[in-house]
């Protein structure tokens, strides 16, 4: 078609829609439809490209699409690769639009700090920015739906895709499970740099037994809806446009055949109206899992459940024409499942023009957008947390006569993207190495030395002594070690959370000098580093800072950013406290103490406390709290009139700086045990030195809702105590009463 007649065509697409509601212009569509071509709509492949799972070989892929046969395809970017499909699509009987989808979980050509991370910013907007971002530049190259936000909360740092979520709380998780829909989806789909975002993994992922991908998830209804289930709720309640289940099975039902969870819970009492995807070749996998003898059962049981799409089992394209035709799926199933459909792709604005993805000068503005690395630069300055800083070690001084930098990471360019970044081919060219930034950042006199000391992970120690001679020569060292990129992420569960390799014992060769120490610690994931917080007087944790990561480490170093994270997630001392959170119920013979070792639930081989408290950080300069008060200390259930909580921080240390003032409450007795801590609200603010800032909160009754035995969401009257303070180890409280 030349373009004249496109242009014309679109005209009368777009006349055509005007007027019509989408529910009316879709069911219109439905009734032209054969069962071949719905079931087509339930179909998405991968393309040939690369891959995020395991692939099969599918040489028929473009005449599948050209006979609608396919709905959506995932691994195919850029504006010529869309362009090509959807010029397939288009022509098909129904010329019915394909949606793309890609993983686009923290950046795509500029890649932001990993979502955990990020997470550590505790900054909404922020979060909300960088998945707008992101959002603009995947849509500039085609895509216009991400397989994002993951909303597991993950308690168990063995699991590798702890990297990929938001952390272990609830709260936290829901409010940035929020802030990234809304900056996946900006000003709502249609608009050209929206992509449709989805929710994932539904529901449970985080829990799989032992840390292990894609392992089994057992747990009460309870801890299911207290804990897994919120993030999912507030991001359905934003208004995310897809959900995608989880490999996992959860009480003994896989999540993609689950009826609970997708058409009692998801699609029935939450009323959500978006479609479900399955997880990639999940549908198959319920073969495996052991409720399914043949793919046959297997479509049967996924869509029956719920299932609205099929990513890449085929199980769907093979066996749903015959189950409806022997009777056993109703039609109105699918008609159901395709309908969600293809409401979203009327909402992104497909039927009015299926190339308005596809535009060149915008993939191009979108290719190396300086403004989005200076975004980069920020998040990544804002995710970094600063664990220890022992006599005002850090920040440095940039007039410093001399520095080493010493470790497997220091020269590192890609491990920064972090697992889950989109990959191009300059992507090495495109990243701010640690040794890059820091560079810049110094003034010429310094000298600056190097030395690599040891690789990531293995028992090489050949060149200590060469790391050591580079040590002795500087004033201060700064050494960079933690895990490659690869070492977090889709199925890279771990056992041993050290750091790998003999990167620890590096560490102690070279703070053995006698030189100061500033450690960075690079990782995916909790580590555990107990030699490192018992010696190193420095120590940051940078976690994988994406594209602009050497400038954000720099920045933080040399003090032009003041660190203000907090972690989003408690750091074990070891492996065997795992699963160690801050929000746990109190047993009846909690330990008082370290020393409290008889009879109290413990183990007698370690303390009682983790490394690294959840909520935790430090800033350059410090902060004290004082004069927490409550409007009334008698909280009704009945009254619409909230508990205003004032509390004034005070910035008493040298800089201007950053807090994250949290909001701890507990709820001494209940139907059922309540957790000995809950976070309710958070705040981030910056405060001048010298400066008080009142910080107010509200909470209604509603704020302290719980689910009780029958898994009612309820309120009970009694007695709490509000706790404020810089992490989840508060410094204030006081009591208040829920009453009648
Ligand atoms: C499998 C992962 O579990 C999921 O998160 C991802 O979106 C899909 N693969 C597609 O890449």
């Known amino acids: 078609m030349n373009k004249v007649c496109w242009i014309i065509s679109l005209i009368v697409v777009s006349l055509s829609l005007a007027g019509q509601t989408k529910e009316k212009f879709v069911d219109n569509l439905l009734q032209k439809m054969t069962l071949e071509e719905k079931i087509g709509q339930l179909n998405q492949y991968s393309g040939d490209g690369f891959a995020t799972g395991k692939v099969t070989v599918d040489p028929s892929k473009l005449s599948q699409i050209e006979r609608g046969e396919v709905g959506a395809m995932l691994n195919v970017f850029g504006v010529e690769n869309v362009r090509k499909l959807q010029q397939a699509a288009m022509k098909s009987r129904l010329k019915i639009p394909l949606i793309f989808g890609q993983d686009v979980i923290h950046g795509f050509r500029t890649t932001f700090p990993i979502p955990l991370g990020e997470a550590a910013s505790w900054d909404l907007n922020l979060m909300e920015k960088t998945a707008h971002t992101a959002a603009t530049e995947a849509s500039a190259y085609g895509i216009n739906w991400t397989f994002a936000p993951m909303v597991d909360i993950c308690r168990d740092p063995r699991w590798g895709r702890i990297m990929e979520g938001a952390g272990e709380d609830p709260f936290l998780g829901s409010k940035i499970a929020v802030a990234r829909v809304k900056g996946f989806q900006g000003k709502g789909l249609g608009q050209t740099d929206a992509v449709m975002a989805c929710a994932k993994h539904f529901a449970g992922y985080g829990a799989a037994i032992g840390g292990r991908d894609y392992n089994t998830v057992d747990m009460s209804r309870l801890q299911l809806n207290e804990v897994y289930l919120p993030p999912f709720k507030a991001a359905a309640n934003a208004g995310v446009a897809t959900f995608m289940n989880a490999f996992n099975a959860l009480n003994g039902i896989p999540s993609t055949a689950n009826t609970y969870l997708l058409r009692d819970l998801l699609k029935g009492e939450w009323k959500y109206s978006g479609f479900v995807v399955s997880d990639w070749a999940s549908i198959k996998e319920l073969i495996t899992q052991g409720v399914a003898s043949n793919r046959k059962e297997a479509a049967f049981e996924a869509i029956t459940a719920g299932c609205d799409m099929d990513m890449e089992s085929r199980c769907y394209r093979e066996n749903l024409k ?10 109105s199933i699918v008609d159901d499942a395709v309908r969600r459909i293809l409401i979203k792709k009327y909402e992104l604005g497909l039927f009015s023009d299926p190339f308005r993805f596809c535009q060149p000068e915008r993939e191009l503005q979108q290719t190396n957008n300086t403004q989005n690395r200076q975004l980069a630069r920020e998040a990544g300055e804002k995710s970094i947390v600063l664990l220890r800083n022992e006599n005002q070690l850090l920040p440095l001084n940039k007039t410093l006569k001399s520095l080493a930098l010493i470790g497997p990471l220091v020269k590192s360019t890609i491990d920064n993207y972090g697992s889950w970044s989109v990959h191009f081919p300059d992507d090495s060219s495109r990243v701010v190495s640690l040794y890059e930034g820091i560079k810049t950042k110094l003034n010429p006199e310094t000298k600056l030395y190097y030395s690599k000391g040891c690789n990531i992970n293995d028992s090489d120690e050949s060149r200590f002594e060469a790391a050591v001679q580079t040590a002795k020569m500087a004033d201060v060292v700064v050494m960079s070690l ?37 450690l960075l610690i690079n990782a995916g994931r909790p580590l555990i580093f107990n030699w490192a917080s018992d010696h190193v007087p420095a120590i940051l944790y940078t976690w994988w800072l994406g594209s602009e990561a050497g400038n954000a480490i720099a920045d933080v170093l040399f003090g032009d950013y003041n660190p203000s994270a907090k972690l989003p997630v408690t750091f074990p001392r070891a492996e065997g406290q795992i699963p160690m959170y801050y929000d746990h119920f109190n047993t009846g013979r909690p330990p008082k103490d370290d020393n409290d070792m008889i009879y109290t639930s413990r183990y007698i081989d370690l303390p009682i406390t983790p490394a690294y408290v959840f909520g935790y950080g430090l800033s350059y300069t410090h902060f004290s709290f004082s004069n927490l008060k409550l409007s009334t200390s008698r909280l009704s259930i009945k009254s619409s009139e909230p508990l205003v909580v004032d509390v004034d921080v005070t910035n008493d240390g040298g800089y201007d700086g950053e807090e994250v003032v949290q909001l701890y409450v507990r709820d001494w007795v209940g139907s059922v045990v309540r957790p000995v801590k809950e976070l309710k609200g958070f705040e981030k603010i910056s405060i001048k030195k010298g400066e008080t800032k009142t910080i107010h909160f509200k909470l209604n009754a509603n704020n302290l809702k719980f689910f009780n035995a029958k898994i009612k969401w309820v309120n009970e009257p009694g007695k709490y105590t509000l706790f404020m303070g810089d992490s989840s180890n508060t410094v204030l409280e006081t009591n208040f009463e829920l009453t009648e």
């Open 482 to 518: 933690g895990e490659s990129w690869n070492m977090s992420g889709e199925s890279k569960s771990k056992s041993n959370l050290h750091l790998p390799g003999v990167q620890e014992n590096l560490l102690k060769a070279i703070y053995a000098t006698g030189k100061p120490v500033v």
């Open 322 to 331: 015959s189950l409806v035709l022997d009777g056993k799926v109703p039609v």
